[in-house]
């Protein structure tokens, strides 16, 4: 978790969870991990423990994590949360897609179509 991407415009702690979200859909982090700590991972990002916890607490409330008290921060073993995630994730994508098609005048199809165009 030490190659975090900062956008100084944003809030870090959104941009923590956006990047610990992706990690989780796409396997990296696998159900089961054990997190740092939030102290730990605090110091190796060089941000204020705040700013994890606040992070950590909201992929808690995405499911995404579990906290068990004296054993630490696991990625959740409920493939049900993960699945959500991830089509949350993809339906983000599309949104942002359709957003491109429609600010060059053409629909998402037309925009596929045309990205996968053979020159």
Wanted: without cysteine; hydrophobic residues 40%; proline residues 4%.
């Amino acid at each position: 978790m030490d190659d975090f991407r900062v956008d100084p415009s944003r809030p870090l702690y959104e941009q923590f969870v956006e990047q610990i979200r992706a990690m989780i859909a796409k396997g990296e982090l696998e159900p089961g991990t054990r997190l740092p700590s939030v102290r730990e991972t605090a110091a190796s990002l060089r941000v204020n423990p705040t700013t994890v916890m606040k992070t950590y607490q909201e992929l808690e409330r995405l499911s995404l994590i579990v906290t068990y008290r004296g054993q630490g921060t696991f990625v959740t073993e409920e493939e049900g949360a993960i699945r959500r995630s991830r089509k949350l994730l993809a339906e983000a994508a599309v949104r942002q897609m359709e957003e491109t098609a429609k600010s060059i005048g053409l629909t998402l199809e037309q925009l596929w179509a045309l990205a996968l165009e053979k020159e």
